[in-house]
């Protein structure tokens, strides 16, 4: 998908090294976190980011798809007790790849995947969507 | 301190560090509800961040960074031309 993770947390790098030696090597196939874990100890970049919570100490689960002209597509903000939905991730981020791609002509309607039908805006579409594409791709996987 | 520590993968609240401790304020207790879900932010704590918007610039930064093995300095403008995904999370070790 030529994407790439960076993980932002108010841990020292130092603590970053012995999660990853001693938690997440074991948990990950690649046998350690291939990608690089940043250090926020001041909560300067999640306060950029708006995520960072002054009462904690802490940022929240806040993720932002950046595209390559440095322009945030999506942004999502969890409170900290529930996970992220990584296949969501992955699909926003394969929506966005392909809109891109198609410089713009072509849009990804409620629960595009690859292989599902794109829309192509124009004057002949208005009041014709419901033509092409179906409310039941929405909820198909 | 151990009183104010909720289940899940939150940090304990951080006190007030400002000395002398004596004259600080004590922390406001994080608003938890019953349920173990944080509460609608006090009003007085969401003043310093504001939130960047889809279809603005992503704020640059620089950081120092583990990565395979080494302590790194890490900067967004590294990736420019690629595609990023910036998460942020609670802590080390937390469990979710």
């Known amino acids: 998908m030529g994407v790439e993770v960076l993980s932002v947390s108010v841990d020292s790098v130092f603590a970053h090294k012995m999660w990853d030696d001693h938690e997440l090597s074991k948990m990950v196939t690649a046998g350690a976190i291939p990608y690089a874990m940043l250090s926020d100890q001041d909560g300067r970049i999640g306060r950029m980011y708006g995520v960072f919570d002054e009462r904690s100490g802490t940022n929240a689960r806040g993720r932002f798809i950046i595209d390559p002209d440095g322009t945030i597509q999506a942004i999502e903000v969890l409170t900290p007790a529930v996970g992220r939905n990584i296949h969501e991730t992955i699909r926003q981020i394969r929506a966005f790849q392909k809109v891109r791609e198609a410089g713009g002509a072509q849009v990804m309607p409620a629960g595009w995947k690859p292989g599902k039908t794109t829309l192509t805006p124009g004057p002949e579409l208005v009041g014709n969507v419901w033509r092409v594409w179906k409310v039941s791709e929405a909820f198909e996987d | ?96």
């Open chain 2, 1 to 96: 301190m151990l009183d104010d520590f909720v289940p899940g993968c939150q940090r304990p609240p951080m006190t007030a560090q400002k000395a002398p401790a004596i004259e600080a304020p004590v922390a406001e207790k994080a608003p938890v509800s019953s349920r173990g879900l944080p509460s609608a932010t006090a009003p007085e704590a969401i003043a310093t961040t504001r939130c960047p918007h889809v279809g603005e610039p992503a704020p640059q930064f620089t950081a120092s960074a583990y990565l395979g093995g080494k302590f790194v300095e890490a900067s967004l403008s590294e990736y420019m031309g690629k595609w990023v995904l910036l998460c942020f999370y609670p802590g080390d070790f937390t469990f979710v």
